[in-house]
């Protein structure tokens, strides 16, 4: 890039859709309804699918994957065009611009394909009926998608790297809400004819390809359902693909209209109008069209909402035979020794004390030190803050049954506590992640330190952990209150957690069991596997460092989060991540003291007493309030 005369663009501004203040706020309200009605009608959709017995088929196996790529491909766009409804600064990172372009681009490509492979699914069932499920076998549908989603990277990769290899180097304004192919290449300073073939090539062979297999297989499917005598006949043939045609109809005339035409016709401010109806619009209309049109889906509806509404009856009504439904639960505790209650009831209270005070000290002590307000303490406070709500989930209900004889808990209370117990747990283990690879950024990239851990970047990794959290929790929670608890309710443990709960279950718990086993697998693998690898890289950046000091300076940045680390992924893989049958209520209860109390406790201890940064700042704080003299602070 010439440097004399351009300067290179890091980031871009995103003008948007209205300037007007007042129809920002019309617009954001609006836009965050169809947002909202697309999240909740596609995956709506694909839960439904997943759950119903009756839609296990390749129609609806492709139409889960529709939903998944709406849910998508609205993700990429709704949330970045929200928040700059709501912020003057309406900037996107270089890299960011391209993340979206190639998110968007790969899902509408896939979605492409997809549509045309829905098309051959209906032409398979009307023209050839007797022979479909041995057509459109399980293994030719997933080759099917997999085809589909392979040609989208490829679409996707080929659209992102073409565009983001001009060089941006005059104005930065995008006149859109979003980072689009056509906007960028306006804004390139060096040649974009090639950019713009390979947009028009690539758009054209998609487009001619799968409207051409759309088109042969309607006109082959036109052609059985005039061969149907019967007027009813032809009617349930034609209503098997409706919705599939009215899919087809908004998405591709959208798409012809946006990019099969010359560059000279574009009119920007038209086309971002244009832009909202295939990035917002249609994702929305998608499910609400195979809903509403679509008489299995509105029946596997039917069919569910019955089941909830038995399942709910079923929870406060006898069970037919000579079981009762729990309505409520007798949690046993650590110890029936009276003895025992009030030594155990003072070390723990002491312990839940200690928790509280330091926990909420190191919230308290990062958000006032300028010297804490780095990313590596950003995540500190965010652990500290996690170990204080999961702490207090258990704790007080724990510390107040050592003097009550009736140690119960509710129905509801008991799901509520599984649910924010697991929730903060995958939090924190999601977090310990996000940390080690704080920690990698910080030792094996000092110089970009700042940039590549920058606050939008820190608050997105946080963000992350809390959805793996919410999604892992619900998981739980659902697998596990959707059993039978129609005999004992009496709890073999001091919280309801899931093992002891499966234990009281008069129904089958191998689901719920997988559910656990694969869910906190996938968890514990993905968080270790990042750990593991960020460790290896800061190990071998450490080793070739020449200086013993600064291989001891570096080494005791990690110590902190290593002991963290081992204590919580080594006490977690032992208890949930073995075979039920190897469970020891007794021997486990006392290992949830350690996660559930103890590392809470010891986190903040771990921190304050290994970390030179956190002392000092600690010594200064109480030097503010008078605690100690002026000659100690001198002195560190």
């Not at 980031?11 to 965050?32: A, H, S």
């Not at 390749?58 to 998944?68: A, K, N, V």
């Not at 307000?373 to 652990?383: A, D, Q, T």
């Amino acid at each position: 890039m010439d440097g004399q005369n351009h300067t290179e663009v890091t980031e871009f501004i995103l003008l948007g859709l209205v300037d007007n203040p007042k129809m920002k706020q019309l617009c954001f309200v609006i836009v965050l309804i169809m947002y909202l009605v697309t999240l909740t009608g596609n995956l709506g959709i694909i839960i439904l699918i997943w759950m119903d017995s009756q839609l296990q088929s390749p129609m609806y196996f492709f139409l889960s994957h529709l939903s998944f790529l709406d849910f998508g491909y609205s993700s990429a766009i709704a949330p970045k065009m929200l928040e700059n409804f709501l912020t003057e600064k309406k900037t996107i990172s270089y890299t960011d611009c391209a993340t979206q372009m190639y998110f968007f681009v790969f899902c509408a490509s896939t979605e492409c394909i997809l549509l045309a492979a829905m098309a051959y699914d209906r032409y398979e069932a009307i023209c050839n009926p007797l022979m479909y499920m041995v057509t459109m076998s399980p293994q030719k549908c997933i080759l099917m998608v997999a085809g589909s989603y392979l040609i989208g990277f490829l679409n996707a990769m080929t659209q992102t790297i073409s565009t983001f290899t001009l060089s941006f180097c005059g104005s930065n304004i995008i006149n859109h809400f979003f980072c689009d192919v056509p906007p960028l290449l306006a804004l390139s300073c060096t040649d974009t004819s090639l950019n713009q073939m390979v947009l028009f090539v690539f758009a054209t062979v998609l487009g001619i390809f799968t409207s051409a297999e759309i088109l042969v297989s309607y006109t082959f499917i036109l052609a059985a359902i005039l061969q149907i005598r019967s007027v009813k006949g032809k009617q349930k043939a034609f209503s098997t693909c409706a919705s599939h045609l009215m899919a087809v109809t908004i998405f591709y005339g959208t798409t012809v209209f946006m990019y099969l035409r010359p560059s000279s016709s574009y009119a920007m401010d038209q086309d971002k109008w244009a832009s909202v109806f295939y990035t917002v619009v249609i994702p929305m209309l998608n499910p609400l069209i195979y809903s509403l049109r679509n008489k299995e889906v509105k029946d596997a509806l039917r069919r569910l909402q019955t089941h909830e509404i038995a399942f709910l009856r079923g929870i406060r009504k006898m069970n037919k035979g000579n079981h009762s439904s729990v309505n409520e639960f007798i949690l046993l505790g650590l110890t029936d020794n009276p003895k025992m209650q009030l030594p155990l009831f003072a070390l723990f209270l002491l312990v839940y004390v200690i928790t509280v005070i330091g926990n909420a000290g190191m919230i308290l002590l990062i958000c006032t030190d300028l010297q804490l307000h780095n990313p590596m303490y950003f995540f500190l406070g965010n652990l500290s803050f996690v170990d204080f709500c999961y702490s207090t989930v258990t704790s007080p209900k724990m510390l107040a049954d050592f003097f009550t004889n009736s140690k119960r808990i509710s129905y509801v209370a008991c799901a509520l506590q599984l649910y924010l117990f697991t929730f903060f747990a995958d939090v924190e283990c999601a977090l310990l992640a996000v940390m080690a690879y704080d920690r990698y950024v910080a030792i094996c990239n000092p110089l970009l330190y700042t940039v590549i851990m920058s606050k939008k970047v820190c608050k997105r990794l946080m963000a992350v952990a809390y959805i793996i959290g919410t999604v892992d929790s619900i998981a739980y929670t659902c697998s596990t209150f959707h059993l039978s608890f129609c005999s004992s309710n009496v709890i073999n443990h001091f919280f309801c957690d899931m093992p002891p709960l499966f234990e009281l279950s008069c129904s089958d718990t191998y689901v719920s069991e997988t559910v656990l086993f694969v869910f906190d697998g996938y968890v514990e693998a993905g968080s270790l596997g990042i750990i593991l690898v960020s460790y290896i890289y800061i190990l071998i950046t450490i080793m070739r460092m020449r200086s013993t000091e600064g291989r001891q300076k570096a080494f005791s940045t990690c110590t902190s989060h290593l002991t963290i680390v081992g204590m919580f992924h080594g006490t977690a893989l032992f208890m949930y991540l073995q075979p039920s049958s190897s469970h020891s209520m007794e021997q486990d209860k006392w290992i949830s003291v350690f996660y559930a109390v103890v590392i809470p406790m010891l986190n903040p201890l771990i921190y304050s007493l290994r970390n030179k940064d956190v002392k000092h700042a600690v010594t200064k704080a109480l030097y503010k309030i008078g605690l100690l003299k002026r000659n100690v602070i001198v002195s560190k």
